[in-house]
């Protein structure tokens, strides 16, 4: 679904409140930066990752971002340990996440770790859509990409 130049794949899990996409595939979940907040950030200009194997509680930073007009936390959507990050690949390209975030733009590769406790604040398809309309809209968002 695009939304005001958005895009809001209907098939990811998101938690809208910290702007985090989440693809699950059995036991592990990629996450990633959303589109809106991709938008929001601008162009990278630099990233941390936190070492793989790290345990990190929900809400807290698994890397930091920074931009020419931010510097932040990427949170944990949920509790769970690091298993691979996306460091070699924005170490080639910096702008992956603002070129293709739900692609090769992606950041961690997470093993939940209290997911049942914690899936609450998540929504996915048709849901997530409308909470992600609203925010938009709220915040006034048209998105960009970075193109080569």
Not at 27 to 49: E, H, N, Y
Request: proline residues 4%; aromatic residues 10%.
């Amino acid at each position: 679904m695009i939304f005001h130049a958005c895009d809001i794949p209907e098939d990811l899990y998101y938690d809208i409140e910290r702007d985090v996409w989440i693809r699950f595939d059995g036991d592990v979940a990629t996450l990633g930066m959303t589109d809106v907040a991709q938008t929001r950030c601008g162009k990278f200009a630099a990233i941390s990752f936190r070492d793989v194997g790290k345990n990190i509680a929900q809400g807290k930073t698994l890397t930091t971002i920074e931009s020419a007009k931010w510097v932040g936390p990427f949170p944990a959507p949920f509790s769970c340990e690091i298993i691979e990050t996306n460091e070699a690949g924005f170490g080639k390209d910096i702008l992956l996440a603002n070129k293709d975030p739900y692609g090769v733009g992606w950041l961690v590769k997470v093993k939940p770790t209290n997911l049942e406790n914690e899936k609450g604040g998540l929504s996915t398809g048709n849901e997530a859509v409308e909470r992600y309309k609203e925010r938009i809209k709220k915040l006034k968002i048209n998105c960009l990409r970075c193109i080569d």
